[in-house]
């Protein structure tokens, strides 16, 4: 708090003062981020276990959620009467005690104010002794932290239970990985020994697995298992019966045939990002000439949809090696020239080492080790494989291969939060975040005819100003008949022209959806137009502005309508699939949590537009800067060629291209100067420009065997766009802002 004075002379008073900005970078910021995660993991690392603590939280409102074993009766009994009229700083009594009392109070409908009296109950809310609900109250502020609450949502959406563990798991890495970072070993490298050993574990619980059977009759197995999920729980000492009652309600709901279990008719009462455009869309850049490398990261993910990390460090090493040639004096239009012939040599270079292979909607495999070079340095890369194959599947799907062009339009991508990486699937159809607008309506139509509207199911209204008087009991009834007659005429027309299915872009009131269901013609509402047109273009459907319209020809047709829901929460989503036109596709993701959802989203993304890059034109460079290496060879041995002052700008190009493999293999743990230069001496040697940085530490550098490639346009688009943006910083001469006018 601090006192200070206004122009005018008048006082105020500055409760905080804006702290300065502080960046982490390095392993500091990466201890930072385990520290965030380690402090949430330890808050329920207590909880854990059937002999957990329990824990007490009040929120901004004055809600509290309390968790309180039960006491014996006798024992509350004896502190109740003490209490109620004396004040809590007044009670001499150890702490265990005085929380006894206090949650006591809450039970019992009292509670106590700012002075210790005794008041009436606030609010309870319920237990937390669940992992779930204590981060779900929590007030997080951290971004790591928030992951942890995330990955717990996410634990209990998809699975119910084990939400304090895998926090509590999570923790514990984050701990043993602080260690090892202290160490001095590089993060990718901690982070590939934990992948690895998920996979040992994941392998080792499926080999020491157990199967067990149960029917209607034999449920104890389940019960079993119940009662081990509910023993770490306030209300372990119910748990048989709890567990019997939880079984018995499954078994009652569940579908054996399918295998399936639909919770909701259970009632109970009582941004991290690796891809480059969008980490520079999230800075908040200033600078005049940092907006310029935002512009080319963003010009770069539209043109190609890949290197936009590359493009930009590209970018800065020209203007590095521009910075020192400027200090020798040397003219920027000189540099810039240098750098432009230099570009032309690298790109013509490319065209000269660019290899062909050739695929057909039959052999996908060559676009799917292209796709999976692009995921290999995203979050999801564990999941490359299974991630380029949809992308790739989905690009095939809606390509013109006559005319080698696809659009990407007609590819949906959505996500919802729960589930693996590995549940994502691709849909030749639609996906549409809705269900059925009336619960009985059938959850599944085989050989769907679909009416797409964007008109209402309501009656018509006047579009003046008007007035109805009902006076009379005659009036109102010939009112609502009149109203029943319109529903049932837009009803009966939907009917007439063969229609089982109605998609609608407007909702209908309660009268209308349940004279739908009467006549068997399962409805969905308030469907976006983005979909509508989607699903028109998938099912060969026409969209239909008016009832009167409506007429056969103008059905889709879709082989499965299907409403799924997810996990163990009430979200449900509508399948459109078997189209009469499968020009359109959905890809679905799932994930922990939306972090990872929305970076799968840019990864995939990334994906697709270089597997439509390569319908267009399929040459193929190496990467693992194999490429950038062959190319700095080729441009240092062109410099000699130019007697001028250019041939400086030649060669600081040439070593600007050695910054990306450079920065490939310090990111990967390696020693980067002698792992550059031993890949370098190997291209020169055996003359092979397939020779790069061995990231995945496979035991060759030949990127052709561990078939890592780029586009041949990606990599041409990545060299002249970095070119043309520092040519254009170079010619920059004065800086003249708007506060310096006047």
Not at 472 to 495: A, G, H, N, P, S
């Amino acid at each position: 708090m601090a006192l200070a004075f206004d122009e005018y002379g008048r006082p105020f008073v500055i409760l905080r003062e804006q702290e300065s900005k502080s960046r982490l970078r390095g392993i500091d910021a990466q201890k930072a981020n385990i520290a965030a995660g380690v402090a949430v993991s330890r808050i329920l690392r207590t909880s854990f276990g059937p002999k957990g603590m329990d824990k007490m939280l009040q929120s901004p409102d004055g809600d509290i959620t309390i968790s309180i074993y039960m006491l014996t009766v006798l024992f509350l009994q004896m502190f109740s009467h003490a209490c109620l009229n004396m004040r809590l700083q007044d009670i001499r009594m150890p702490n265990y005690q005085a929380n006894f009392v206090v949650g006591y109070c809450l039970v019992q409908g009292y509670g106590y104010n700012a002075y210790g009296d005794i008041t009436i109950l606030i609010s309870v809310k319920g237990n937390a002794n669940d992992g779930a609900t204590i981060l779900e109250q929590m007030d997080v502020d951290n971004q790591i932290g928030k992951l942890m609450v995330e990955l717990s949502r996410s634990q209990d959406y998809e699975i119910g239970d084990g939400t304090t563990g895998v926090v509590v798991m999570a923790g514990a890495l984050l701990e043993q990985a602080e260690t090892l970072l202290e160490m001095g070993i590089h993060p990718i490298r901690v982070a590939e020994g934990f992948e690895i050993s998920s996979r040992i574990a994941v392998d080792n619980l499926e080999s020491i697995a157990d199967k067990f059977d149960f029917s209607a009759t034999n449920i104890e197995p389940l019960v079993q298992t119940c009662m081990t999920a509910l023993s770490s729980k306030i209300v372990n000492r119910c748990k048989r019966s709890l567990a019997e009652i939880a079984v018995k309600a499954v078994m009652a709901v569940a579908d054996f045939e399918r295998r399936d279990v639909n919770l909701d008719h259970i009632k109970v009462e009582g941004k991290v990002a690796n891809d480059g455009a969008t980490i520079l869309e999230q800075m908040d850049v200033d600078n005049q000439i940092g907006k310029l490398m935002v512009e080319l990261s963003r010009s770069q993910d539209y043109e190609i949809g890949d290197g936009t990390t590359g493009v930009v460090v590209m970018a800065g090493a020209l203007l590095e090696q521009a910075e020192t040639l400027l200090e020798m004096g040397i003219h920027p239009i000189r540099v810039a020239e240098g750098f432009e012939i230099s570009s032309r040599i690298a790109v013509v270079h490319l065209e000269s080492i660019a290899d062909k292979f050739d695929f057909s909607a039959t052999n996908i495999e060559p676009l799917v080790q292209t796709c999976m070079t692009t995921l290999s340095s995203k979050i999801v890369n564990r999941c490359k494989s299974i991630l380029a194959e949809i992308a790739v599947k989905a690009v095939m799907a809606v390509a013109d291969l006559e005319r080698r062009d696809v659009n990407l339009d007609h590819i949906k991508v959505e996500g919802k939060v729960g589930g693996k990486l590995e549940d994502t699937e691709l849909i030749y159809g639609i996906l549409v975040d809705k269900d059925m607008s009336h619960p009985q309506m059938p959850k599944q139509i085989q050989d769907a005819n679909i009416a797409i509207l964007t008109c209402p199911f309501e009656p018509p209204k006047p579009k003046t100003k008007h007035k109805v008087d009902i006076d009379t009991i005659e009036k109102f009834q010939t009112l609502r008949k009149q109203e029943q007659q319109y529903f049932d005429d837009m009803v009966q027309k939907c009917k007439d022209v063969g229609a089982t299915l109605v998609i609608c872009q407007w909702g209908f009131d309660d009268e209308a959806n349940h004279l739908l269901m009467h006549r068997n013609l399962p409805a969905v509402r308030w469907v976006g137009g983005v979909e509508l047109e989607l699903i028109a273009i998938a099912t060969g459907g026409r969209i239909v502005p008016r009832f009167q319209e409506l007429t056969p020809e103008k059905l889709g047709k879709a082989g499965l309508v299907r409403e799924k829901a997810f996990g163990t929460t009430k979200d449900r989503m509508l399948y459109i699939e078997h189209c009469a036109n499968s020009k359109a596709v959905t890809i679905f993701i799932r994930g922990g949590n939306k972090m990872m959802i929305e970076e799968t989203k840019r990864s995939i993304h990334d994906a697709l537009c270089v597997a439509r890059n390569l319908i267009r034109n399929n040459s193929i460079v190496y990467g693992g800067g194999a490429a950038e290496i062959s190319c700095s060879i080729a441009v240092e041995a062109a410099a000699d060629k130019y007697p001028g002052v250019e041939q400086y700008g030649i060669r600081a190009f040439a070593d600007a291209l050695d910054a990306l493999p450079m920065a490939l293999a310090e990111n990967s743990g390696l020693s980067p100067i002698e792992t550059l230069s031993a890949v370098k001496a190997q291209q020169i040697k055996e003359n092979n420009h397939c020779c790069g940085i061995d990231c995945n530490d496979t035991g060759t550098n030949d990127m052709r065997e561990q078939n890592v490639f780029d586009t041949l346009i990606g990599k041409q688009q990545q060299i002249l766009l970095a070119t043309q943006v520092v040519k254009m910083i170079l010619k920059i001469d004065d800086v003249i802002t708007p506060s310096e006018y006047g």
